[in-house]
């Protein structure tokens, strides 16, 4: 059943990803079997996605494949189940929690296509897992005792987005099940960050969010010029989204010819020039690689994870709410004895659902979401010039803090 979802693009680190590549957003859930997955540097389609095997090689730079288990004579995992397994993966691909690494997803699917097998082996789906508390415990014992924490998070993961996935593997209680099955899996490690490393940690996130926020005002200005001259050089919105930039029309970087000039392209030089001109060079090159435009964009990724960082550190969420939290969900009340209580509100699915739990947290939390609200919606305010960008009433009033680059 084709569904219609507000899917994102692909979040994959590669040069060969843009809006405009034919792989960057599917037209219908789940993808038509024929829609290209992979297209590499020269535009072949590397892997499609009804394919047994996806061959992510162009994207990893190195052998990386991520098969389905349903390939040739000796395939482990049955067609449907395969098919249902390729939809997860590409949940993960174009999901509102993307991967940004190929390996990423290849160990993802690994680990979920186990449980596959097993399911496979058996006759059923793993839509029906949770029915079969027999076949649960075969899973358990045929997993290898250090995958056993991977698959549990990422089940927890898939169990969240049940609705948008519409199947469910296994629920609340095939969790817990799994869970008191699965072989001890004993590593030796401190059990605690000792306190010199954690207090560094603190020291350089906080000095890296005030810097940022000194500057937020330049950093505004200068990601609305620079959204700007793209969109004047694409020939407007519309176009910039759908088609890219060439890099021959790009406004940062190396002199256009004459031709382009008369066309109405405008371009402004070496982006550091730029950067210099609206006060932030000192900021990226202090800390960012590289004086591009690129780092513009690694500049605000690095502001998203540092704030991601402090705030679990001082409020104990796990990294899965974290990624929940969205502008807004900062406040400080009032207990009984008058003294102001700081909390942060995000969902959770630990022992039980709840879309609007509260984590009590230090003050100084504030900071980084002040920082991490700043480039959240800087990016909303590109991603609603995006046509094709199809976003809900609470991510336009509330976007989510774990923001993706919808800058172009």
Same mark, same amino acid.
């Given at each position: 059943m084709t569904r219609d979802l507000a899917l994102s693009g692909l979040k994959i680190d590669?040069? +060969? @990803? =843009?809006?405009? =590549?034919?792989?960057? &957003?599917?037209? #219908?859930? %789940?993808? %038509?079997?024929?829609?290209? *997955? *992979? @297209?590499?540097?020269?535009? *072949?389609?590397?892997?499609a996605y009804g394919d047994a095997v996806w061959n992510l090689a162009p994207w990893a730079g190195k052998t990386c494949s991520v098969p389905f288990g349903d390939g040739g004579r000796g395939a482990t995992v049955s067609s449907k189940n395969a098919d249902l397994l390729r939809q997860i993966a590409a949940w993960w691909l174009w999901g509102p929690a993307a991967v940004q690494s190929a390996v990423t997803l290849k160990v993802r699917v690994a680990q979920i296509r186990q449980l596959a097998a097993v399911c496979s082996e058996q006759g059923i789906l793993i839509s029906e897992l949770r029915r079969f508390p027999s076949v649960i415990d075969t899973v358990a014992a045929q997993t290898r005792k250090s995958d056993g924490l991977l698959m549990l998070g990422l089940l927890h993961r898939l169990l969240a987005h049940r609705e948008a996935l519409s199947f469910t593997i296994l629920d609340e209680e095939g969790l817990r099940r799994l869970a008191g099955k699965l072989p001890e899996h004993k590593r030796v490690q401190t059990a605690y960050i000792p306190p010199r490393i954690w207090t560094y940690q603190l020291i350089r996130l906080r000095e890296f969010l005030d810097d940022y926020l000194s500057h937020k005002d330049q950093v505004l200005a200068c990601f609305t010029f620079c959204l700007n001259a793209y969109r004047v050089n694409a020939g407007g919105w519309v176009a910039l989204f759908d088609k890219g930039l060439d890099r021959s029309c790009r406004p940062f970087g190396t002199a256009a010819s004459t031709g382009a000039r008369v066309d109405g392209r405008r371009y402004h030089g070496p982006f550091r020039n730029t950067a210099k001109r609206f006060g932030i060079d000192g900021l990226i090159q202090r800390w960012t690689v590289g004086d591009s435009i690129a780092g513009l964009a690694e500049l605000l990724n690095m502001v998203r994870d540092a704030g991601m960082a402090y705030a679990l550190?001082? #409020?104990? +969420? &796990? *990294?899965?709410e974290g990624a929940q939290l969205r502008t807004g969900c900062y406040t400080v009340e009032e207990d009984a004895l008058n003294q102001d209580v700081h909390l942060l509100a995000s969902a959770t699915t630990k022992t039980q659902e709840d879309p609007d739990a509260r984590w009590i947290c230090s003050p100084s939390v504030s900071f980084a979401i002040d920082a991490m609200t700043h480039v959240a919606q800087m990016r909303l305010g590109a991603a609603g010039h995006n046509p094709r960008r199809r976003l809900s009433a609470q991510d336009r009033a509330y976007p989510r803090l774990w923001s993706y680059g919808e800058e172009p």
């Open positions: 590669s040069p +060969m @990803i =843009t809006p405009g =590549t034919a792989n960057f &957003r599917p037209p #219908s859930w %789940p993808p %038509p079997p024929d829609f290209p *997955v *992979v @297209i590499d540097a020269e535009g *072949v389609v590397a892997c550190n001082f #409020s104990l +969420m &796990r *990294v899965d």
